[in-house]
C-alpha cells in the first residue's frame, strides 16, 4: 500500500470516527427526550416483503422520499425516468449514494471489484442526468464516502398512516436483488424512528463535511482510475 493510499485511509477513518461520536451524542439526546425502542419490538416482528410494489409505484403516490443507497446501480439504473417525472409532478427526491469514485466504493462493489471502474462511470453519468433533468428545487443529491450498511428510502404520504420505511439489506456476495432480504417499517413503528436518524444524520453529515455535487469532475475521476 502506497503513502498517498494510507494517508487517505487514514483520513477516512479519521473522519468515519467523528461521524459516529457525533451519532452517538445525537442519539443519546434523542433517547433521553423519550425517543427509546420499545424493548418487545424486534426487526424479526416487521413484515418481510417479498412481493414488493414496484418502485415506481411508490414514486407515483408519496409526496417525498428520502433514499440511500449503497451503489445506486439497480435502482438509478432502472427507474431514473420515473424518478425524474415524479419530480415534475411535484415529488420532492432527496438521495444519497456512495460516492462512485471514491475509495469506499472498491469495498462496496465486493471482492476485485472488477465490475467498478465500468459502473463508477455509468452511474456518474445516470446522477448527471438526474441533476440536469429532474425539476429544479425538487431533487436533491449528496454523495457520501462512507458506504450505507444497508440500502433504504423514506416514502412520505399526506395521510401519515402510509409513510414508512423501506430497508434492504445489501449482502457482499449477492449476485442479484432477489439475494437481498427487504423489510417494510411502518411509521407506528418505534424502528422508524431509529433508520429515519440515520438517514438524516447522513444527510447533516455530507452537508458539513463535502462539496455541492459536480458530476462532471466526478467523471472525470472514475474515467482516470
Not at 395521510?159 to 456476495?173: D, G, S
Not at 455530507?206 to 475521476?221: C, G, M, T, V
Amino acid at each position: 500500500m502506497g503513502k498517498e493510499t494510507r494517508t487517505k485511509l487514514n483520513d477516512h477513518i479519521n473522519r468515519r470516527l467523528r461521524q459516529t461520536q457525533r451519532h452517538s451524542r445525537a442519539m443519546v439526546s434523542r433517547q433521553s427526550a423519550g425517543a427509546r425502542i420499545a424493548s418487545r419490538e424486534t426487526l424479526t416482528r416487521l413484515e418481510r416483503i417479498d412481493e414488493a410494489p414496484r418502485f415506481n409505484e411508490t414514486l407515483e403516490s408519496c409526496q417525498e422520499i428520502d433514499i440511500m443507497l449503497r451503489t445506486g446501480m439497480m435502482l438509478i439504473g432502472q427507474y431514473r425516468d420515473d424518478l425524474i417525472q415524479a419530480t415534475h409532478r411535484g415529488t420532492r427526491v432527496q438521495l444519497i449514494v456512495l460516492d462512485p469514485g471514491s475509495l469506499a466504493a472498491e469495498v462496496a462493489y465486493g471482492p476485485g471489484g472488477k465490475s467498478l471502474a465500468k459502473n463508477a462511470v455509468q452511474l456518474t453519468d445516470w446522477l448527471g442526468q438526474l441533476e440536469r433533468k429532474c425539476r429544479r428545487g425538487y431533487f436533491h443529491l449528496k454523495l457520501t464516502t462512507y458506504p450505507p450498511p444497508f440500502s433504504m428510502f423514506i416514502a412520505k404520504y399526506a395521510r401519515e398512516e402510509y409513510t414508512h420505511v423501506r430497508l434492504q439489506i445489501n449482502p457482499t456476495f449477492a449476485a442479484t436483488s432477489s439475494d437481498r432480504p427487504s423489510f417494510r417499517i411502518p411509521k407506528s413503528s418505534q424502528w422508524f424512528k431509529v433508520f429515519e436518524s440515520e438517514l438524516n444524520e447522513n444527510w447533516r453529515t455530507i452537508e458539513e463535511e463535502s462539496k455541492a455535487f459536480d458530476y462532471r469532475n466526478a467523471l472525470k475521476k472514475t474515467r482516470n482510475r
